[in-house]
């Protein structure tokens, strides 16, 4: 239908003010004009999309504060570190990580198919966690020589969100080609964003609580 309107806006504007070009008229003319224009309006961006989806779940008015291995949104910056500490004292959190030395790294021995870490650490407003950032990366993975590729560590990343969150994303396109893809999972009040990292070696995870301004 599109390019069948085209060609006949083509045509009119080769032809002059007061000629009508054979077959057509302007009743017909100014219907397909119109349907090509309404096409035009109801076009929404993939960010407009993705923002009537996330309206849509807050509404909802479901609420989830859990984030990972028992962190929650509202935990106060005393609680996390003492959490972490007992963590570390059971040997499931240390200090270190690839994204950044400073932040909590836990080791992912069986949920992805090649052992990997998780790397993270929480966002603080007002001493309440509304936030966390984390990467998940595999141990020891050469990407170089192609033995790994950032597209089945990115597969891996999206099945486990999955697993952990319940099933279902929404894929919001890249409207640049070099750009990646960035895939969003919202459960009520939980957004999880989750994107390849620019190294190429890491998957980024962005978690917001949509109720805190």
């Known amino acids: 239908m599109t390019h069948v309107i085209l060609n006949a806006l083509h045509m009119t504007a080769r032809t ?16 397909l004009l119109f349907i090509f224009l309404s096409i035009i309006a109801c076009r929404k961006t993939p960010e ?26 509202g935990m106060s910056n005393d ?3 003492d959490y972490c500490f007992g963590q570390h004292l059971e ?35 007002q001493d309440s966690i509304t936030g966390l950032n984390a990467s998940i990366y595999y141990v020891n993975a050469h990407y170089q020589d192609h ?14 969100v999955e697993k952990w969150y319940g099933p279902g994303y929404y894929k919001i396109k890249s409207p640049v080609k070099y750009k990646d893809d960035v895939y969003v999972k919202v459960n009520g009040n939980r ?21 805190v301004k």
């Open 91 to 125: 040997g499931q959190f240390n200090q270190g990580g690839r994204r950044n030395s400073a932040w909590v790294v836990s080791q992912l021995k069986h949920e992805l198919n090649y052992p990997a870490e998780i790397n993270f650490y929480p966002e603080f407003k």
């Open 48 to 73: 407009e999309q993705y923002r009537k989806f996330e309206k849509n779940e807050l509404a909802k008015g479901i609420h989830y504060d859990s984030l990972i291995y028992g962190l929650t949104f």
């Open 147 to 160: 033995t790994f590729h950032l597209d089945s560590l990115l597969q891996d990343v999206l099945h486990l």
């Open 79 to 81: 609680e996390f570190r």
């Open 16 to 31: 002059r003010p007061n000629e009508i070009p054979a077959g057509w008229h302007y009743p017909a003319l100014s219907f």
């Open 191 to 211: 957004r999880i964003t989750i994107y390849p990292d620019q190294s190429g070696q890491m998957v980024n995870l962005w978690y917001v609580n949509l109720r």
